[in-house]
DNA sequence: AGGAGTTCCTAACATGATTAGGAGAATCCT
DNA sequence: AGGATTCTCCTAATCATGTTAGGAACTCCT
């Protein structure tokens, strides 16, 4: 009974429900901080009570999960964007690395600290020189040198400019001056230092 | 009273309990993250209850500014150190410039995330562009201007600089390898752009 | 010995995330 | 149409963690 009408219109309220979540809590986080953010204060904005929210998100990391993934797309599209100068194969690759790394480590911001999200390049040779990060390692799903980070200065790169392009789009100005030269100045950055 | 022998004594007691108390936490943030450090796990570690850590500090705030406090003085001490080669006047300027960064964002690390902490550049002029940064900007003791950083590119080399080295004094590395490169990379980073 | 100050304790509290379980409405199927 | 099913929201309760209140034991000093 896929595709009948009234499914795919719970599907749609669903996701329109989703998405007025979503705005809440992009509304809270501009308001308060993403750090002072509660399911109470999204839950308030959007005329629900905080556990009801759990129908629609397994949990409040679901949100930020969700939350930094449209950060993240926003990210992306305008990198793409400011990256179309480059020729199709270092973009693409470019592309790729920043988004592995996002993955790896943005994403989790929410829930961690920056010292606990930033890990060492040479991680792997000497893991002990590095124990904090251990526990963030294992949840990560590619290392360093499969996203293709070889040293400290790349890391260091990444994480400016991941952390200034997530930035720019918590502020809400993805369109602003500040946005357009972040993204101009990384793609320059990233074309020389990585030998794009 | 003061400088009597007891008098000392008892400061001295006092003294080695809030180390013991900040060697917890350390150890505590090591294991299991900083973000996961609880109050319960330090007191557990001193072998105290946790409300009696109150004795000592008078939030869990307090505990994290304090062990920012020593990572920050060992990587100070570092940098003055791998900054020996500069003339005494821009080594001065970097290093105040650095501490002044260090006690406007970094310091509130582990309270707030990576995008509560950084702010725009150019903030000042048009403040409604950066609205989620007000909270902390509010808290902040220095603008961006008084501590020198003019444009979206310091303030990223501020934050990879101060984020990995307060990054590899967290991983208790501060002699190694990673170490000794970031610090020589940085210096030569805030050479080269500031003109220094 | 007695008083003062310090440090730790137990008990209680506040907040915020999460779970349990159910009621009512919308939807589906015959 | 009407009963079964599913979905979404609710209230109530639970759990974890930071914090406060208030008191007992210890140390130090006179």
Not at 20 to 25: G, H, T
Not at 54 to 76: E, P, R, V
Request: charged letters at 25%; aromatic letters at 8%.
């Amino acid at each position: 009974m896929l595709g009948t009408p009234s499914r795919d219109r719970i599907a749609e309220r669903r996701e329109a429900t989703r998405r007025e979540i979503l705005d809440a809590a992009w509304a809270v986080a501009h308001e308060k901080g993403i750090a002072a953010l509660t399911l109470k204060d999204v839950a308030e904005r959007v005329g629900m009570r905080p556990p009801s929210l759990y129908s629609h998100f397994a949990s409040k990391n679901a949100i930020y999960d969700a939350m930094f993934g449209q950060a993240w797309t926003g990210c992306l599209e305008a990198m793409t964007d400011a990256a179309s100068r480059m020729p199709a194969e270092p973009r693409a690759r470019l592309l790729w690395m920043s988004h592995a790394y996002f993955e790896y480590a943005v994403a989790d911001l929410a829930r961690n600290q920056l010292m606990n999200v930033r890990i060492s390049a040479d991680f792997e040779p000497s893991p002990e020189a590095y124990a904090p990060s251990v526990a963030t390692f294992e949840q990560a799903r590619r290392t360093m040198a499969e996203i293709g980070i070889r040293d400290d200065a790349d890391l260091d790169l990444f994480s400016a400019l991941i952390g200034g392009l997530v930035d720019a789009q918590l502020a809400n100005d993805p369109g602003g001056d500040r946005y357009s030269r972040l993204l101009d100045r990384a793609v320059g950055m990233f074309a020389d230092h990585l030998g794009l």
